[in-house]
C-alpha cells in the first residue's frame, strides 16, 4: 500500500502532506455526503416514500 501511495504522489507530483491534506478532504466530503444521503433517506421514509415514488415525483 505504502509504494502505491508513494506513486500516485510522484504522478500528481504533490508533497507527502499535500496528498493526505486532499485525501483527508475528501474523505470528511465523502462523509458529509453520506450523512445528507442518510438524512434524505430518513426524511422520505418518515413520510411512507420509497425509491419508486420519488422517481414518479420528479417525472411530474
Known sequence: MVELV???MRQQESSESEFIRE????????CEWRRLL?????KARAHGMDPE???ALVEE
Open 38 to 42: 442518510q438524512y434524505g433517506d430518513a
Open 53 to 55: 415514488n420519488v422517481a
Open 23 to 30: 485525501a483527508v478532504l475528501r474523505y470528511i466530503e465523502e
Open 6 to 8: 508513494e506513486e500516485v
